[in-house]
């Protein structure tokens, strides 16, 4: 019996299995077209994705670096008018060579003019008007038809309706408002209009309209009150105060 099992068994092991149970399963070596199809959406959506994401950093950036440029010129031009205005002087004078000159359009923008000790924004070819002269600040437009605020420089001691022509310099391109009120000494009322050429205002407010130089973004209005320190000193001075020797 025993023998018997045994050459039934190692009979049983020389059968053949079918070739379905004796065939190793391999994987897969390539990929469906689904599969390729899924892989490439999630590609292109990733691609946009970073695009986009780089893109907005990038507007982003310009925009920061545009409102930093447009500060810098708006912080450069109000020092530079607060230099001038805070350097005012005026003296009695029935000629009025010192006076205040305030002309309001709310169109066109305001222009304002005053004589002051300051050499600020003095170009090198009018050196000979260090000391004492007369500016004037008004909006205008370049060469290239951009609008621009400008400034005139003429000597102090010399009557408007005799002086020479001017030449005016663009202090800074892409200003589209200029707006200037004066402060009353006597009423501390804010004025639009300067009628007292007998007097010298307290205080000088003046409101900057800036367009970015690449013509993106938004304007910037920015407004400054300056003092004027001489004010004070020229309400006390005589009705009149004869010009020094040798002048006009």
């Not at 090198?124 to 600040?137: C, D, H, I, K, Q």
């Not at 409101?207 to 320190?229: F, H, I, N, W, Y």
Request: charged share 25%; with cysteine; aromatic share 6%.
């Amino acid at each position: 019996m025993g023998g018997t099992r045994t050459n039934r068994h190692r009979f049983a092991r020389g059968i053949p299995l079918p070739a379905a149970e004796t065939t190793m399963k391999t994987p897969r070596s390539a990929f469906t077209l689904l599969e390729i199809m899924l892989a490439v959406t999630i590609l292109g959506l990733l691609v946009i994705a970073v695009s986009s994401t780089w893109s907005a950093g990038l507007r982003g950036w310009k925009r920061s670096n545009t409102l930093a440029e447009t500060w810098q010129r708006e912080r450069i031009l109000s020092e530079s008018i607060a230099e001038l205005a805070q350097a005012a002087v005026y003296f009695p004078d029935r000629r009025r060579l010192y006076a205040f000159r305030l002309e309001h359009d709310s169109m066109r923008g305001d222009l304002i003019s005053f004589v002051t000790t300051s050499d600020a924004l003095l170009p090198p070819s009018e050196a000979m008007l260090v000391g004492l002269r007369r500016v004037t600040l008004y909006l205008d437009q370049d060469a290239d038809g951009q609008p621009c605020l400008m400034i005139q420089n003429a000597p102090a001691l010399q009557e408007e309706e005799v002086a020479a022509p001017r030449t005016g310099y663009a202090l800074a391109r892409g200003v589209t408002g200029f707006a200037v009120r004066l402060r009353d000494i006597r009423t501390e009322a804010w004025k639009e209009k300067w009628e007292e050429t007998d007097t010298m205002p307290s205080g000088l407010e003046f409101r900057l309209t800036l367009a970015p130089l690449d013509g993106t973004g938004s304007e910037m209005t920015v407004t400054r009150l300056v003092d004027l320190p001489a004010a004070k000193l020229a309400q006390y001075l005589p009705a009149e105060i004869t010009p020094p020797e040798g002048t006009p």
